[in-house]
């Protein structure tokens, strides 16, 4: 009856039942093998062979985490706080951050991307004639094709709506009035939209160039998604601001600099090779930061009555905007599994090596036996 109360305790704890089950999967699987080497060589030479055996495997083990990042890994690379600043657009925005790499960053200043939209269309126009935002590209280079359809793309997405371009799915069942009021919503939609956003559909009208970004890089969403995921974290456990939740504030646009150079665009094959080879032949990984603005929305925009559609939040003119400064910590992801691997094949090979000293011995006395 005590055993049974026992096994009925450690079944409990799923922590000792854990621990049991590793230990006892160890005492068959390795003791097997180390049994039954052992009952054929001996205790000492089958402990020796088992041991090289496992850190041999350990070795091979360890170099497929350490290539691959899994398995017994460190910490995987995260986006950590610096600072969060909020002010007017008086001098700069960013110039009340303490980090000196964003007093040339002036976001304030860049156009609206509803605005780059419709500039970019207007000049599709003067080049290509009035059909030139539904045209066909064929005959038209790679790169000119490419630049149109990105054009045409931004402007279905974030381009100018009035009432004659919306759909017949869009209006039907709608009388005059109500389609008025739904293009109206779709105009004042597309011209909330972020930069962040227009990068995600059409990099191109993105000028990265620009002088306004002092050097910093415009990211997409696709490309901002981790970043804008911790932004949010910080912002939300800060306790600076008033914030309850993500839905009470919208992020605007993301940016970063720093970092390893990747590669330029369309890159040929010996671009790929001349990156694989310099960022394997830079040893210390440049400081890389990162940047997230927020605004807040309006109370009214957010205040759903129930059972009706829920509303889209609209950014309040009068609140600051809020940039998180982040810096990127690479972590140490594939350190752990790479002195697993190091130490494990320095264990393997000193096994090895007393295996091949024995072997020497016993050959020697061999030899000295069947001489005498």
């Given at each position: 009856m005590?055993?049974?109360?026992?096994?009925?305790?450690?079944?409990w704890d799923p922590e000792i039942r854990g621990f049991m089950a590793v230990l006892t999967g160890v005492v068959v699987l390795m003791g097997s093998v180390w049994l039954l080497v052992s009952t054929n060589s001996g205790p000492r030479l089958g402990t020796l062979l088992s041991l090289a055996g496992f850190f041999g495997w350990?070795?091979?083990?360890?170099?497929i985490w350490w290539i691959y990042g899994i398995g017994y890994a460190g910490d995987r690379p995260v986006w950590e706080e610096?600072?969060?600043?909020?002010?007017?657009?008086v001098g700069g925005h960013l110039t009340f951050a303490a980090l000196d790499e964003t007093d040339d960053l002036r976001t304030e200043d860049l156009q609206a991307a509803h605005t780059v939209v419709v500039a970019a269309a207007e000049d599709l126009i003067d080049t290509y004639g009035d059909d030139a935002l539904t045209m066909s590209t064929s005959g038209l280079s790679s790169d000119d094709a490419e630049y149109v359809v990105e054009v045409q793309t931004a402007w279905v997405e974030y381009g100018v709506v009035t009432p004659d371009s919306l759909t017949p799915d869009q209006t039907e069942g709608l009388n005059a009035d109500e389609i008025s009021e739904l293009a109206a919503a779709e105009q004042a939609k597309n011209e909330a939209t972020t930069l962040s956003e227009l990068a995600a559909v059409a990099p191109s009208l993105i000028d990265q160039e620009s002088t306004l970004l002092g050097g910093w890089t415009l990211l997409s969403t696709a490309q901002a998604g981790e970043a804008q995921a911790s932004a949010v974290a910080m912002l939300l456990e800060s306790g600076d601001f008033d914030f309850q939740s993500a839905g009470e504030f919208k992020i605007l646009d993301a940016y970063t600099v720093g970092g390893k150079r990747g590669l330029p665009d369309d890159p040929n094959r010996w671009d790929r090779i001349e990156t694989q080879v310099r960022t394997a032949l830079t040893i210390k990984h440049p400081t890389r930061y990162g940047i997230v603005q927020v605004q807040q929305v309006t109370e009214e925009s957010t205040t759903n009555l129930p059972g009706t559609a829920p509303k889209r939040p609209e950014v309040d003119p009068d609140a600051p905007v809020v940039s998180i400064i982040m810096i990127r910590n690479l972590g140490n992801l594939r350190l752990v599994p790479g002195m697993i691997a190091i130490g494990s094949l320095i264990i393997f090979l000193g096994l090895?090596?007393?295996l091949h000293e024995r072997d020497k011995l016993v050959m020697a006395r061999r030899?000295?036996?069947?001489?005498s």
């Open positions: 005590e055993m049974l109360d026992i096994i009925a305790g450690l079944a350990m070795a091979i083990m360890a170099t610096v600072e969060i600043v909020s002010g007017s657009d090895c090596y007393m030899a000295e036996f069947e001489a």
